[in-house]
């Protein structure tokens, strides 16, 4: 698996209007918050937003916290890389986009009102009856989420650092504390107001990114410049599977395409809609904004490649600096600063996902499961938000491989304990409670086993085969199996509103 984010140091960005582009930008974060802080009154409000967002900011939301900063940094240096390849990973997004509405979407927010749900462990103990899933799905969550914060973090302090000159230390607890100044204080409902304005920046920039690209890669004849000049230096990237094996190319289908409909920081974002029954339009929404935030993912990627055989760039010594390179070369600065406040943004957003979902788990699913109850959830979230973000701030200080292996770790995680429990389960009457259970343990050992090995190097999966790939799909057979086998113990009795729910 490729990794996730940036973890080695951008070129400098330090440049006026760069630097006062990203300050009106986190002025207007901080506007956001302090918005949001005033309508925050109770757990509801900071976890679920109180069940009030209409389906456009809610598109929005899940855009940006879909694409968090790979698309405008590894994404396109992965293009570079590795050619039309690197089309599969998003690809499977359409796919993902409408299965996430017609499998998860529905289901997830009418249970949420049933059952007064906040969380996705607890979708999880509400389907099997089982607090001992929701205790795994809740720790599952935790670990993930400390890991995948730690990356962003440390991205989003690479950022600052590139365009502020503060050196990286300080630019990963800046960016943590303005992230956490508006999570602590508005909760979910700042994240997603300000995802809504992180969400539009991205599509604009990237829309007004892609149209610079095909002028300057192309040298005025567009993507059919591109495709020759490349094609001339470099047959193997445009072919079907670009540089990639067709295992590897397909590999990253499925373990995007499958894995998606379970990361949390994204689905648990369902609850929060205000009627079910404009659910009909998201898919339609959520596609229109990733393939317009998506253009540059390609562009970018396919014009440096160009103007590096054209003699106009240099060879990159590493992929991920297509982006800032490209910028600072071929567009105006003024679009420039606005990509890269679209990065920093895209980052807070993620961040501002990971903060909630991580802070619900430790105060609402940890003491479920152990049939406890916290008194002020309100307060014990925010306390918790604090800590997991000081924790994850000060993994990320870690800086190189191994931040970046907890990014792939987390991933991981997330998909191969919640895709057979959360998205295979609630549309499958026949799973059970041992099923579940033995599928999101065996996603959390086979994850965390084979991802330290190959960390390690001690063992090295054959090309294209990713741990995070063979950990679904582990969980997946486990899932099916145990079930079959425990079908007609107690464990396979749904209660009669779970059913309903299912039955919609």
Do not use: C
Not at 282 to 297: E, W
Not at 363 to 369: G, L, Q
Request: hydrophobic share 55%.
């Amino acid at each position: 698996m490729i990794a996730l984010l940036q973890t080695a140091a951008l070129p400098s960005l330090k440049q006026p209007t760069i630097v006062a582009v990203a300050l009106v930008y986190f002025a207007i974060v901080a506007a956001i918050g302090v918005w949001a802080t005033r309508r925050t009154r109770t757990a509801g409000d900071f976890f679920v937003a109180g069940r009030k967002i209409g389906v456009l900011p809610l598109a929005l939301a899940a855009m940006a916290a879909t694409v968090s900063g790979f698309v405008f940094i590894g994404g396109p240096g992965f293009v570079y890389g590795a050619g039309v390849g690197a089309l599969y990973l998003v690809l499977s997004a359409s796919i993902t986009t409408s299965m996430g509405a017609w499998v998860l979407a529905k289901r997830l927010r009418l249970l949420g009102e049933v059952r007064a749900l906040m969380t996705i462990p607890d979708a999880i103990g509400a389907r099997y009856r089982s607090p001992s899933a929701q205790g795994l799905a809740g720790a599952a969550i935790i670990i993930a989420v400390v890991g995948y914060m730690a990356t962003n973090i440390l991205a989003l302090g690479l950022v600052i650092d590139a365009v502020f000159d503060v050196g990286l230390t300080a630019g990963i607890w800046l960016g943590m504390t303005i992230t956490l100044a508006y999570s602590v204080a508005g909760g979910i409902l700042a994240g997603v107001y300000t995802d809504v304005f992180q969400g539009t920046l991205m599509a604009v920039a990237s829309l007004l990114v892609f149209l610079f690209a095909l002028q300057a890669g192309g040298g005025g004849e567009g993507l059919a410049g591109i495709s020759r000049t490349i094609s001339a230096a470099d047959p193997e990237f445009f072919g079907p599977w670009g540089k990639l094996t067709p295992i590897a190319a397909l590999s990253l289908f499925f373990v995007f395409g499958l894995g998606s409909l379970a990361q949390p920081h994204v689905v648990h974002k369902f609850y929060m809609l205000r009627d079910a029954r404009q659910l009909k339009w998201y898919p339609a929404l959520m596609s229109v904004a990733l393939i317009m935030t998506l253009l540059l993912y390609f562009a970018v990627g396919v014009a440096t490649k160009s103007l590096v055989v054209q003699g106009q760039l240099p060879p990159l010594t590493r992929p991920d600096d297509a982006t800032p390179l490209f910028l600072l070369n071929a567009t105006p600065v003024l679009l420039a600063a606005l990509v890269f406040s679209g990065v920093a943004a895209a980052i807070m957003s993620t961040v501002n996902s990971f903060m909630s979902i991580g802070a619900a788990a430790v105060t609402h699913d940890m003491p479920k499961a152990l049939g406890r109850r916290v008194s002020n959830e309100l307060l014990w979230g925010r306390v918790s938000t604090v800590v997991i973000s000081v924790l994850a701030a000060l993994l990320a200080q870690l800086s190189g491989t191994l931040v970046a292996f907890l990014g792939i770790f987390g991933w991981g995680l997330f998909a191969s304990t919640l895709v057979p429990s959360l998205a295979v389960g609630l549309n499958w009457p026949g799973a059970t409670r041992e099923g579940a259970v033995a599928s999101i343990s065996t996603g959390l050992i086979i994850t965390l086993v084979f991802e330290t090995l190959a960390y390690f190097k001690a063992y090295t999966f054959p090309a294209g085969v990713s741990a995070s790939g063979l950990a679904l799909v582990l969980s997946l057979l486990v899932f099916f199996g145990v079930s079959w086998l425990t079908r007609r113990g107690p464990g396979a009795e749904i209660d009669p509103d779970v059913r309903m729910v299912m039955d919609l």
